[in-house]
Nanobody, 126 residues
Framework: QVQLVESGGGLVQAGGSLRLSCAAS????????MGWFRQAPGTEREFVTA????????GYADSVKGRFTISRDNAKNTVYLQMNSLKPEDTAVYYC???????????????????WGQGTQVTVSS
C-alpha cells in the first residue's frame, strides 16, 4: 500500500504560479505510475497530468498543456505539479493518485488508479 499527501495549494492571482507536491509513504514509490486530477464544485474529477514510474512517459490534458509540468523524484518519494500561467478555471481541489498496474506508462483514467490523496485546494482569482 501507499499513502499520498498533497501540499502546496493556495490562493493565487491569475497569471501566477504554484507548485504542488505529493509525498508518498513506503519504499516502493518508484514502482508506481502517478497522476494528478482535479475536481471543481459541481463537476466530475478530471485528468490533469500523469507520469510513468521512471518519469520517461508523461501525458497532459489539453487544457493544461504548455502551462503545467509534472515531474517526480523517486529518491524523495515525491511527485510534483508545476503550474504556471494559472487561470480562474484552474480553480479546483487537486488530487494525486498512484497505480502499480502497467506503471511503465502513464494513465489518464481515474479508474486506473489504486490510491488517492486527500486533495489540496487551488484557487485562482481573476
Amino acid at each position: 500500500q501507499v499513502q499520498l499527501v498533497e501540499s502546496g495549494g493556495g490562493l493565487v492571482q491569475a497569471g501566477g504560479s504554484l507548485r504542488l507536491s505529493c509525498a508518498a509513504s513506503g519504499r516502493t514509490f518508484s514502482t508506481y505510475a502517478m497522476g494528478w486530477f482535479r475536481q471543481a464544485p459541481g463537476t466530475e474529477r478530471e485528468f490533469v497530468t500523469a507520469i510513468s514510474r521512471g518519469g520517461g512517459s508523461t501525458g497532459y490534458a489539453d487544457s493544461v498543456k504548455g502551462r503545467f509540468t509534472i515531474s517526480r523524484d523517486n529518491a524523495k518519494n515525491t511527485v510534483y505539479l508545476q503550474m504556471n500561467s494559472l487561470k480562474p478555471e484552474d480553480t479546483a481541489v487537486y488530487y494525486c493518485a498512484a497505480t502499480y498496474r502497467r506503471a511503465y506508462d502513464y494513465h489518464r483514467g481515474a479508474s486506473e488508479y489504486d490510491y488517492w490523496g486527500q486533495g489540496t485546494q487551488v484557487t485562482v482569482s481573476s
